[in-house]
């Protein structure tokens, strides 16, 4: 069984920088594909980065491309968001999720196996 803990979240001034953390445990990262989700109150949860499995392949929503990246480090067992120049609209709680699949970057939460807890985001004005 495959747990992911998030860390990194908090309060930040707009035009802030904040970075998320995914650590896994059960199962190495090394060939599975990754994407980091966000979820705002009374919104959908919404795809904002993600990346294939080699890591060479990787999507960004028109609303952070940019601002934010994808990584992840397969020593560490651990994927990363670093979120830079924060809008307030970026408020959310976010989440980080795993496939284990050799395929495209997965943009859709039904596509993904394994998620964190969620952690918030919150930027303030």
């Known amino acids: 069984q495959v747990q992911l803990v998030e860390s990194g979240g908090g309060l930040v001034q707009a035009g802030g920088s904040l970075r998320l953390s995914c650590a896994a445990s059960g199962r190495t990262f090394r060939s599975s594909a990754m994407g980091w989700f966000r979820q705002a109150p009374g919104k959908e949860r919404e795809c904002v980065a993600a990346v294939n499995w080699s890591g060479v392949n990787t999507y960004y929503a028109d609303s952070v491309k940019g601002r934010f990246t994808i990584s992840k480090d397969n020593a560490k067992n651990t994927q990363y968001l670093t979120m830079n120049r924060l809008k307030p609209e970026d408020t959310a709680v976010y989440y980080c999720?795993?496939?284990?699949?050799?395929?495209?970057?997965?943009?859709?939460?039904?596509?993904?196996?394994?998620w964190g807890q969620g952690t918030q985001v919150t930027v303030s004005s």
């Open positions: 999720a795993v496939r284990y699949a050799l395929g495209p970057p997965y943009l859709t939460p039904d596509e993904y196996d394994y």
